[in-house]
């Protein structure tokens, strides 16, 4: 049973890890693009 819950937290560290270094290193950015949109008032 102990050799579940080591594995399962190794898989887990391993896990963070890998994510954490594709946050840090991956593109994770969004493309940019304007958007122009009238606004229409009504002033009456």
């Known amino acids: 049973m102990s050799y579940v819950v080591k594995g ?4 887990v560290v391993l ?5 954490g270094g594709f946050a840090y290193l ?4 969004p493309i940019q693009t304007q958007v122009v949109q009238p606004v229409k008032i009504n002033v009456d």
Not at 8 to 11: G, Q
Not at 15 to 19: C, E, F, H, M, Y
Not at 26 to 29: C, K
């Open 8 to 11: 399962i937290l190794v898989l």
């Open 15 to 19: 896990g963070l890890a890998a994510l």
């Open 26 to 29: 991956g593109d994770l950015s």
